[in-house]
């Protein structure tokens, strides 16, 4: 059973992700191939982050709108 820590977990873990990406893109000369090619992981990584937050946020309001 999910809990609302599971959803603050799982936002914290994209929220994280993120910064990684804006981090890097600030700090890195993304037009350089070797660049871009870890930045494009960074948001491979976001993605996934996001698509397992917003999954785990929707499960726990379909929990709470069962009660």
């Known amino acids: 059973m999910l809990t609302i820590n599971d959803v603050q977990d799982a936002m914290r873990v994209w929220d994280e ?3 990684a ?3 890097y893109f ?3 000369d993304i037009l350089d191939p ?3 090619t870890r930045w494009q ?3 491979e990584t976001e993605n996934l982050a996001r698509t397992q ?3 785990t946020i929707n499960s726990y309001r379909g ?5």
């Open 41 to 43: 992981d960074l948001v």
């Open 26 to 28: 600030g700090n890195n």
């Open 53 to 55: 937050a917003l999954t």
């Open 34 to 36: 070797h660049c871009w």
């Open 17 to 19: 992700a993120h910064v």
């Open 63 to 67: 929990l709470e709108q069962a009660k």
């Open 21 to 23: 990406v804006h981090d």
